[in-house]
C-alpha cells in the first residue's frame, strides 16, 4: 500500500510520501538507542515537564491537527477534537501518575526470603516498536507513547499508511515538548518493512494495534527473537439488552455505541442481543434512529456519520451485507451504499442473521449493526460469548442478579453496565482471546514495557 493522504470524503489523492530508506530507519533506530540511554538517567519530574509541554502544544494545536485526521480518515471533525483533547488528557494523566505506578514495593516480610530486606523497582528497558491503526491516529499512538515515554523508554511509530501526515506530525511532538531528539520518531516503511525492525537488537519490544493477521503476524516475528509484545487487535463486541433494561435510554446508547467514529472503532458495539420480550420495540427505536443519523462531509458539524476510511474497508462491508441477504438476513435500514464520490456506507441494521453467515464471525468495521432476539440471559450469554474475539462489552439490565450473571460470564477484557464500552486513561484496556494480548492505559499499561527487577539484600 502506497503512503499516502487519500481524502475518504471525495476518493483523491492529497499527497504521496516516499517511505524512508534503511539509511534512515537505521539513524532512526541509532537516535532512539541514544534517547534511551539518555532518558534513563532523568527522574520523573522532568519527563513529566516535558510530556505536559508536548501535551500543551497538542492543546494549542488542536484547529490544525483535528482537520488532519478528518482529511486523512474521515472521522467527524467534532470527534477528531474531542480525539485530540483526549490525547492531551491522558499525556496529563501519564505525567502526574507514572511514578506512583512505578513506585518500589518492599516485601513485607524479607525473613520469609532470608534478606535483611527485598523489594521491587519497575526500570525502562529500551526502543520499543509501536504498530498503530488509523481509526484514531492520534489517540492510539498517544496511549502506547505517554506511559512508555514517562518510564523512561523510547518508542519508534510505525503508522497506518493511509495516515502519514499525522504520523509526521507525531514525529515531533514530544521532541517539541523538551524530550531527547529520537526519544520518540515515526518509521515511514510499509508493513513489509516490520519484520526486519523487529529483528533488529536494538529494539527490545513491540506492540501492535490493528487487526489480527497482523497481529499474529508481529507476535510470532516477535516471538522467534524472545521479545515482548503487547497486542490491540479486533472485537465484535455484544451490546446485551435485558427486559428489565431502561430501553430508551438503551436505545440512544446503541446508536452512538454502534457510529461513533462512523463505526470503526474496535470497541464499538456490533452485536446487539435482545431479550424476545423487547426486541420488536428495541429493533423498532434502534432501526429508526439509525435512519435518522445525519450521513455526509465530516468536516460539517450536523453530520453524525462520515465516510469510511478506505475504499477496501467501504467493499468489505458491501460484501458482508451481500452475503447476509443471500443466506436470507433482514435489514430494517441502510444496507445499499449511495453511488458517488467518496466510501460512505449508510448506517446499517441487519437482523435474522444466523451461524451461516459471514457477519454472525466477523468484524464488521463500520455504521452496521447486527440485532439477534434472545429466549433468556443463557441464550444472550452463549451468543455474546461464541465468537473467537473478547475485547470489550455492554449490558443493559436493572436487576442485579442478571447484571453478576453477566460481569461474571462475559468473555471480554471489559464489561459496561448501562453504558457503552469506552477506553478511560485511568481504566486498564485490552483483551482476551483473539482481541490481544496484555493490557494499554492505567497502570498495568505503562508496565508493559518495564523490566519488574527484584533486590534481595542479605
Ligand atoms: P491493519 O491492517 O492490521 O493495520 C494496522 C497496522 O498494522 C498498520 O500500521 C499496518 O500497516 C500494520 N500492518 C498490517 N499488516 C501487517 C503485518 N503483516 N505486519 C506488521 N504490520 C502490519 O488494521 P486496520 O485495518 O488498519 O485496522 C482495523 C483493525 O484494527 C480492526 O480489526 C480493529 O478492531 C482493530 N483495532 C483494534 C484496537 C484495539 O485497541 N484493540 C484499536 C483500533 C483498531 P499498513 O497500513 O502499512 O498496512
Known amino acids: 500500500m502506497a503512503i499516502a493522504t487519500v481524502n475518504p470524503t471525495t476518493g483523491e489523492l492529497v499527497r504521496e510520501y516516499a517511505a524512508h530508506d534503511e539509511g534512515e530507519v537505521n539513524e532512526r533506530i541509532e537516535q532512539a538507542r541514544a534517547a534511551f540511554l539518555a532518558m534513563r538517567s532523568t527522574d520523573f519530574a522532568t519527563r513529566a515537564g516535558w510530556m505536559r509541554a508536548a501535551a500543551d502544544l497538542l492543546d494549542a494545536e488542536i484547529d490544525t491537527a483535528a482537520p488532519m485526521l478528518t482529511l486523512e480518515m474521515g472521522k467527524t471533525l467534532v470527534q477528531a477534537r474531542a480525539e485530540i483533547a483526549k490525547s492531551a488528557k491522558a499525556m496529563r494523566f501519564y505525567a502526574d501518575n507514572a511514578e506512583r505506578f512505578l513506585t518500589e514495593s518492599m516485601l513485607d516480610d524479607p525473613s520469609a526470603v532470608g534478606a535483611s530486606s527485598a523489594w521491587t523497582r519497575w526500570?525502562?528497558?529500551?526502543?520499543?516498536?509501536?504498530?498503530?491503526?488509523?481509526?484514531?491516529?492520534?489517540?492510539?499512538?498517544?496511549?502506547?507513547?505517554?506511559?512508555?515515554?514517562?518510564?523512561?523508554?523510547?518508542?519508534?511509530?510505525?503508522?497506518?499508511?493511509?495516515?502519514?501526515?499525522?504520523?509526521?506530525?507525531?514525529?515531533?511532538?514530544?521532541?517539541?515538548?523538551?524530550?531527547?531528539?529520537?526519544?520518540?520518531?515515526?518509521?515511514?516503511?510499509?508493513?513489509?518493512?516490520?519484520?526486519?525492525?523487529?529483528?533488529?537488537?536494538?529494539?527490545?519490544?513491540?506492540?501492535?494495534?490493528?487487526?489480527?493477521?497482523a497481529g499474529r503476524s508481529l507476535a510470532a516475528i516477535a516471538g522467534s527473537e524472545v521479545k515482548h509484545t503487547v497486542l490491540e487487535l479486533g472485537g465484535s463486541d455484544p451490546f446485551i439488552v435485558t427486559s428489565s433494561a431502561n430501553l430508551d435510554r438503551a436505545v440512544s446508547t446503541a446508536v452512538i455505541a454502534r457510529v461513533t467514529n462512523n463505526g470503526q472503532a474496535c470497541i464499538n458495539a456490533k452485536r446487539f442481543l435482545v431479550d424476545a420480550a423487547v426486541y420488536d420495540e428495541f429493533v423498532a427505536k434502534f432501526s429508526e434512529a439509525m435512519a435518522a443519523l445525519v450521513v455526509g462531509d465530516p468536516m460539517d458539524a450536523d453530520t453524525d456519520?462520515?465516510?469510511?476510511?478506505?475504499?477496501?474497508?467501504?467493499?468489505?462491508?458491501?460484501?458482508?451485507?451481500?452475503?447476509?441477504?443471500?443466506?436470507?438476513?433482514?435489514?430494517?435500514?441502510?444496507?445499499?451504499?449511495?453511488?458517488?464520490?467518496?466510501?460512505?456506507?449508510?448506517?446499517?441494521?441487519?437482523?435474522?442473521?444466523?451461524?451461516?453467515?459471514?457477519?454472525?464471525?466477523?468484524?464488521?468495521?463500520?455504521?452496521?449493526?447486527?440485532?439477534?432476539?434472545?429466549?433468556?440471559?443463557?441464550?444472550?450469554?452463549?451468543?455474546?460469548?461464541?465468537?473467537?474475539?473478547?475485547?470489550?462489552?455492554?449490558?443493559?439490565?436493572?436487576?442485579?442478579?442478571?447484571?453478576?450473571?453477566?460481569?461474571?460470564?462475559?468473555?471480554?477484557?471489559?464489561?459496561?453496565?448501562?453504558?457503552?464500552?469506552?477506553?478511560?486513561?485511568?481504566?486498564?484496556?485490552?483483551?482476551?482471546?483473539?482481541?490481544?494480548?496484555?493490557?494499554?492505559?492505567?497502570?498495568?499499561?505503562?508496565?508493559?514495557?518495564?523490566?519488574?527487577?527484584?533486590?534481595?539484600?542479605?
Open 305 to 458: 456519520v462520515g465516510p469510511l476510511a478506505t475504499a477496501s474497508g467501504r467493499e468489505d462491508l458491501i460484501e458482508l451485507v451481500d452475503d447476509a441477504r443471500s443466506h436470507g438476513a433482514g435489514i430494517t435500514v441502510g444496507g445499499v451504499p449511495t453511488n458517488g464520490p467518496g466510501w460512505f456506507f449508510p448506517p446499517t441494521v441487519v437482523t435474522n442473521v444466523t451461524p451461516a453467515m459471514r457477519l454472525y464471525a466477523e468484524e464488521a468495521f463500520g455504521p452496521l449493526a447486527t440485532v439477534f432476539r434472545v429466549a433468556d440471559r443463557e441464550e444472550a450469554l452463549r451468543i455474546a460469548n461464541d465468537t473467537t474475539f473478547g475485547l470489550s462489552s455492554a449490558v443493559w439490565t436493572e436487576d442485579p442478579d442478571d447484571e453478576a450473571f453477566f460481569v461474571a460470564g462475559l468473555e471480554a477484557g471489559a464489561v459496561f453496565i448501562n453504558g457503552m464500552s469506552i477506553s478511560y486513561p485511568e481504566l486498564p484496556f485490552g483483551g482476551v482471546k483473539d482481541s490481544g494480548i496484555g493490557r494499554e492505559l492505567s497502570a498495568e499499561g505503562i508496565r508493559e514495557f518495564c523490566n519488574l527487577k527484584s533486590v534481595w539484600k542479605g
Open 123 to 213: 526500570e525502562p528497558i529500551g526502543v520499543v516498536l509501536a504498530v498503530m491503526p488509523w481509526n484514531y491516529p492520534i489517540w492510539q499512538v498517544i496511549r502506547f507513547a505517554a506511559p512508555a515515554l514517562m518510564a523512561g523508554n523510547a518508542g519508534l511509530l510505525k503508522h497506518a499508511s493511509n495516515v502519514p501526515q499525522s504520523a509526521l506530525y507525531l514525529d515531533t511532538l514530544f521532541e517539541r515538548g523538551g524530550f531527547p531528539a529520537g526519544a520518540f520518531r515515526t518509521l515511514l516503511i510499509p508493513a513489509a518493512r516490520v519484520e526486519g525492525v523487529v529483528r533488529d537488537p536494538r529494539i527490545v519490544a513491540a506492540t501492535l494495534t490493528g487487526s489480527e493477521p
